[in-house]
């Protein structure tokens, strides 16, 4: 496989370079040189393959050769070692549920796959890789659980005090080894200024190898794209069209799935649905493109103002926002339409999402309003549990906890506090305690 950045396609590197810089220098982002249609035969056979099957066969159509095949095969099925199933809601609606990971979000398949690859890539590198990681919430506990105990990689995880949910917090701070958490008394906006600045420093950058692992990383997206091929082959569909609906945030879920549909996926509509932080269905609409300030709402890992994928998706359709209007439909929901939707849903049909779902839900619905002959898949992106708070309270009823995230409720908190200031955190980094 190679890549290339978003502003220069002359220049191509390895999957293994893009990986571990993450970043091209010239500020853009790595993008596949090339998507090439998958056989017509694997396609239209999807429904009679085993998933295991159909993982292996998409990652190898796009990574190639880089790796070896038994290896390859071994990280995709370490990597994703958990269902995705279709549920069926009502009439037309169906769910694809990506919460059935160990930390019960979509971001296991970027995370747990994204670790395997980095493993192997400094399997025979005489270099450590330090990974740093802000989160506001789901991001860090994934990285966290995705990389935990790999050989040769330490991760630093760096999160806002108090901003993040009691069960986040010890997705992030229980596991030891080589997976350390710094609590910042600051905003994530100034966790994620202190990893960029790092980033920038030359004294860090001789000293270690540093890499990144939020959705920037092409690494995170490679896996992304098979859930939608899961989707399409459990979709036990008649002649329908079938429209996608994904609860967008940084937009590297829709990116994966665009990535899916360019290899030959028969997707006929994407939903790009997000909160009041708008800046996509605004561009889809005017055509142009106006980051903003992000704002809080209770869908907030979609709380994202300047979406860092939109490159990458331009890239795809060629800066043509009317290429783009053929294959995506956009629409923008509150908190109050969220919170209705939820309670609507889980009253009427008893099946309950979390506040992410509920707006790809919503963009779904009024899709299907407006387009006739589809069959609609909505993604739900974490598992209501996630945001117990929100979720009880919307519905006025206690909501179980899954085992694997109930049982952190007893371990031991271990994390580093710092304040918001640089210095501390590089001379942090550079004892590479
Ligand atoms: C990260 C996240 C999203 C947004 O995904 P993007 O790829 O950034 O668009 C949606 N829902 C949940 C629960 C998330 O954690």
Known sequence: MKLHSTKNHRKLVSLKEAVLKSLPDDNGLYVPQQLLRLP??????????????????????LIGDDIPDGKLREIVEEAINFPAPVVHVHG?????????GPTLAFKDFGARFMARLMGYFMENEKRHLHILVATSGDTGGAVASGFYDVDGITVTILYPSGKVSPLQEKQLTTLGKNIRAIEV????????????KAFLDQDLKDKLL????????????????????QAVA?????SNKVALSVPSGNFGNLTAGLYAKKTGLPIDAFIAATNINDTFPRYIQSGNYQAMKSRTTISN??????????QRIMYLYDNDVNALKQDIWSASYTDEETRMTLKRVFTDENYLMDPHGAVGYLGLKNFLKQNNGYSGIFLETAHPSKFLEVVEETIGQKVEIPERLAILKNKEKEATMMENDYNSFKNYLMAGN
């Not at 035969?41 to 990652?59: A, C, H, K, P």
């Not at 008394?185 to 960029?196: I, N, P, T």
């Open 40 to 61: 017509d035969s694997f396609i239209s056979e999807l429904s009679n393959l085993e998933i295991s099957e159909i993982n292996y066969q998409v990652v190898h159509h």
């Open 92 to 100: 037309e609606i169906y769910c694809l549920e990506l919460y059935h």
């Open 185 to 196: 008394e600051g905003s994530f906006d100034d966790c994620q200024a202190l990893v960029k």
């Open 210 to 229: 540093l890499s990144s692992a939020n959705s920037i990383n092409i690494a995170r997206l490679i896996p992304q794209t098979l859930y939608y091929f």
């Open 234 to 238: 459990q979709l036990d569909n008649n």
């Open 301 to 310: 890992a979609m709380d994202v103002g300047d979406p860092s994928n939109f």
